[in-house]
T-cell receptor, first 113, second 112 residues
Framework: QKEVEQNSGPLSVPEGAIASLNCTYS??????FFWYRQYSGKSPELIMS????GDKEDGRFTAQLNKASQYVSLLIRDSQPSDSATYLC?????????????FGQGTILTVHP | NAGVMQNPRHLVRRRGQEARLRCSPM?????VYWYRQLPEEGLKFMVY????????ESGMPKERFSAEFPKEGPSILRIQQVVRGDSAAYFC??????????FGPGTRLTVL
């Protein structure tokens, strides 16, 4: 079992729709979770961090965390073609007092006009 | 307000040569991380450093790879005697403490 797994994708949504990206993790003690966006040939860009169960909203983005289910998701509302990228879920494993990120393999999102 | 800086952005080496990758963290950030992204693979942690200290190098190959973050100057990731399998994108990230990490533009290493 991979430490961090993301829905395989690629995911294609029409412009204006909600894109839903999912991530599960195996380390039950993990406390810190992040979503990064990576455009082709570019570096990862931090979108959201979430540490507590529930929802966290920032503009069109909402991160959802459910530690009991070991599940974290990212919703993108009113998707735009510029949102087309690879989305990376990252987790800091338990027992680590610093940011040693473990990444999922990424989900490719395409938003078509 | 400069972000994380890496240079060179592209580096071409022949097999057996040395590669030196440099990373200057964001201003005020004292934690530096190096990650590697192989073609068609995910990002993998390599090493975590603070000034003059290697805190965790568990993700770094035991041979040929080394990293440092001196008191003055950038962090350096050094790869000796490069092989074709070292061709990848190498990203540096920095943070204030064990918080959100911000990534530099990366160095794309190509080994001929």
């Amino acid at each position: 079992q991979k430490e961090v797994e993301q829905n395989s994708g690629p995911l294609s949504v029409p412009e204006g729709a909600i894109a839903s990206l999912n991530c599960t993790y195996s380390d039950r003690g993990s406390q810190s979770f992040f979503w990064y966006r990576q455009y082709s040939g570019k570096s990862p860009e931090l979108i959201m961090s979430i540490y507590s169960n529930g929802d966290k909203e920032d503009g069109r983005f909402t991160a959802q965390l459910n530690k009991a289910s070991q599940y974290v998701s990212l919703l993108i509302r009113d998707s735009q073609p510029s949102d087309s990228a690879t989305y990376l879920c990252a987790v800091i494993p338990s027992g680590t007092s610093y940011g040693k990120l473990t990444f999922g393999q990424g989900t490719i999102l395409t938003v078509h006009p | 307000n400069a972000g994380v800086m890496q240079n060179p952005r592209h580096l071409v080496r022949r097999r057996g040569q040395e590669a030196r990758l440099r990373c200057s963290p964001m201003k005020g950030h004292s934690h530096v991380y190096w990650y590697r992204q192989l073609p068609e693979e995910g990002l993998k942690f390599m090493v975590y450093l603070q000034k003059e200290n290697i805190i965790d190098e568990s993700g770094m190959p035991k041979e040929r790879f080394s990293a440092e973050f001196p008191k003055e100057g950038p962090s350096i990731l050094r790869i000796q005697q490069v092989v074709r399998g070292d061709s990848a994108a190498y990203f540096c990230a920095s943070s204030i403490q064990d918080n959100e990490q911000f990534f530099g533009p990366g160095t794309r290493l190509t080994v001929l």
